[in-house]
């Protein structure tokens, strides 16, 4: 009997086919999995444990629907998960950075010639480039521009500071 299936595809080229198809939903995931747990003191953490046994198994379960039955096409998709997570901690935004409990403003005579922003007990040294709020209430900020979208209510005011000289 004569076998006239075409020959089968080599396994190698199948997987990465399937990889390279699967990698940017591995992103995705990624993507949506660090913004719901980058929260609270998790933070401040620097960066992402990539490598970490703990985090990897984790990243598993999040591509796992993706991956079919397919145990090497999990892992590597895991991998790529993870690597996402790492990448988005990198440039994850300033609110995402220091847990909300860690900074204050500081009212000092020299608000208006340095940076309000207080974060672990260090005083920002950058100029004020922005004002918020209103001074009448109270409820006021001069900030540099790093700061100026930790500190800044939804739907508050900013008004550039206008530079003496
Ligand atoms: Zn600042």
């Not at 660090?34 to 591509?63: M, S």
């Not at 629907?65 to 994850?92: Q, T």
Request: glycine share 6%.
């Amino acid at each position: 009997m004569t076998d006239d299936r075409p020959p089968t595809e080599l396994p190698e080229l199948s997987h990465d086919r399937d990889l390279l198809a699967k990698r940017d939903q591995a992103v995705e995931i990624a993507q949506g999995w660090a913004e719901r747990i980058c929260r609270g003191d998790l933070r401040t953490r620097e960066a992402w444990p990539e490598h970490d046994e703990k985090a990897l198994a984790i990243a598993r379960q999040q591509v796992a629907p993706i991956a079919g039955n397919d145990p090497r096409l999990l892992e590597d998709l895991a991998r790529a998960c993870n690597a996402g997570v790492a990448a988005w901690w990198v440039r994850r935004p300033m609110q995402r950075r220091i847990a909300p409990t860690t900074w204050r403003l500081e009212t000092a005579p020299d608000e208006r010639e340095r940076c309000m922003f207080v974060g672990d007990g260090d005083r920002c040294e950058r100029r004020p480039e922005w004002r918020i709020g209103s001074e009448a209430g109270l409820d006021y900020a001069y900030l540099c521009g790093v700061h100026l979208d930790l500190v800044r209510q939804p739907g508050q005011l900013a008004e550039v500071i206008e530079q003496p000289g």
